[in-house]
Every structure is written in structure tokens, then in C-alpha cells.
């Protein structure tokens, strides 16, 4: 990447960032009300050069029933050609997601997961372990990072389009929660993206139908037991 391109992007960024500190700025004013917001977003922005695509900063609001963090996921999975790469720390699915996931890599995507090797906590750890086998058999390649625990939240899609941002791939995320996100379409940095998936895929261990099968006791009953309770992880 040259100067010119580090530059450009250092501009597009300040650009973006007024559009979360709105978004922020929105959420906070449920709760908090103030009676000058235009402090925090003065600060002048001049016009960015092209970044060749397209960057989209969107949130999501558990207080209507556009649920526009899930719909996005499901949107690029949906429209999938070649493969489609996701990072995220926490895997517990509704029904319309899994089968998203599985319909997508029935059709010849390389549909690949890279989740936590070792987790931040036990309970949705084991409750996405729950998943594995039904994914797996659909074709849907699944990877622990060994080094550690992965809260990256990243889709890339056919080397095409993007998603970074804070929503996981959980019901919290998806239906509770404030969350925002930026979509990139066309832009030079998705094969930054991409080439950062790449580096952390070769720190993991490909989960297999016999590591499925030896999975610990515990870890397999505290996942079946805490199903019922999955809406609430």
C-alpha cells in the first residue's frame, strides 16, 4: 500500500467515524438526554478520494424488528459464490442462520468458521460446539484458533465484500444488543482482510468429525443442557 492509499484511507476512516459517533450519539440519546450532540461531530472532514468500492457504516437496535446485523450476514451468504470466510468468538444459531450457513456450502461455497481455541466463557463455548456436527455435515469447514481466544467478528465474501465490526454470531448480538458494523463493497483493503484471515487460519486446528466425537463429556452435556437457554447467550 502506497502513501497515497494510506492517506486516503486515513481520511475515509475520520469520515466513518463521524458516522458511529452518531450512531453512538442515537443510542445514548434513549437514555441520556443532552442539548448539544453538533460538539461531537464538528470536527471538519474533507472530501475522500474514491476507495474504489464502497464503506457502509450500519447499526443495529434491539428496539425494532429490522434486525439488520443478521439480515446483512444472511444476505452474503445467500448471494456466496466461491467461499465465504467468518471470524467470530461466540457461535450460538437460530434455525435461519445454521441453515444459511449449511445451504450455502450445500452449493459448492467454502464456507469456513474460525472460532475461540480456547474460550473466554465455558457456557457459549460449549453451546456453539453443539453446532459442529450439523454444520460439518452440510460441508462447512470449522477451525479453533489454538493460539487462544479469536473476538475478531469478520464475513468476507468472494473476496468481493466485507463486514468488520462488533456483532457475533449469537443471539445477543443478533437480537439484544446496540451493535454497529461497517460493510465494505469493491474496496482495496477486503484483500487486506482477507490476507488477515488467511494469517490467523494458520494458527488453527481444523475441528474433525473424530475431534466432534471425542469431545469431552462435560463440555458436550453442558452444551445439550444449556440449549433451552441459548436465546439468552
Not at 474496496?187 to 474433525?208: M, N, P, S, W, Y
Not at 466425537?213 to 437457554?229: D, F, I, Q, S
Given at each position: 500500500m502506497t502513501k497515497r492509499d494510506i492517506d486516503r484511507w486515513k481520511l475515509i476512516i475520520k469520515i466513518k467515524v463521524r458516522s458511529f459517533t452518531l450512531m453512538f450519539l442515537q443510542m445514548w440519546g434513549i437514555d441520556e438526554k443532552e442539548s448539544d450532540y453538533g460538539q461531537y461531530?464538528?470536527?471538519p472532514v474533507q472530501p475522500a478520494e474514491s476507495a474504489g468500492g464502497y464503506v457502509i457504516p450500519y447499526g443495529d437496535c434491539p428496539l425494532d424488528d429490522d434486525r439488520v446485523g443478521e439480515r446483512v450476514y444472511m444476505d452474503m451468504l445467500n448471494r456466496s459464490v466461491k467461499?465465504?470466510?467468518?471470524?467470530?468468538?461466540?457461535?450460538?444459531?437460530?434455525?435461519?442462520?445454521?441453515?444459511?450457513?449449511?445451504f450455502a456450502a450445500e452449493r459448492g461455497v467454502e464456507v469456513v468458521l474460525v472460532l475461540p481455541g480456547i474460550p473466554d466463557k465455558w457456557i457459549p463455548y460449549a453451546l456453539a460446539k453443539t453446532h459442529y456436527?450439523?454444520?460439518?455435515?452440510?460441508?462447512?469447514?470449522?477451525?479453533e484458533y489454538t493460539p487462544g481466544f479469536v473476538h475478531a467478528k469478520v464475513f468476507v465474501s468472494d473476496a468481493r465484500e466485507a463486514v468488520v465490526g462488533t456483532i457475533n454470531l449469537?443471539?445477543?448480538s443478533l437480537y439484544h444488543h446496540f451493535e454497529c458494523a461497517a460493510y465494505f463493497y469493491g474496496?482495496?483493503?477486503?484483500?487486506?482482510?482477507?490476507?488477515?484471515?488467511?494469517?490467523?487460519?494458520?494458527?488453527?486446528?481444523?475441528?474433525?468429525v473424530e475431534t466432534v466425537?471425542?469431545?469431552?463429556?462435560?463440555?458436550?452435556?453442558?452444551?445439550?443442557?444449556?440449549?433451552?437457554?441459548a436465546p439468552l447467550m
Open positions: 461531530l464538528s470536527l467461499c465465504v470466510h467468518i471470524m467470530t468468538p461466540y457461535l450460538i444459531l437460530d434455525g435461519e442462520m445454521e441453515t444459511a450457513l449449511k456436527a450439523s454444520l460439518m455435515e452440510s460441508g462447512v469447514k470449522i477451525y449469537d443471539y445477543r474496496t482495496d483493503c477486503i484483500d487486506l482482510i482477507e490476507a488477515d484471515f488467511g494469517t490467523v487460519l494458520e494458527k488453527c486446528r481444523q475441528v474433525t466425537r471425542n469431545e469431552k463429556r462435560l463440555v458436550r452435556l453442558a452444551g445439550c443442557l444449556m440449549k433451552a437457554a
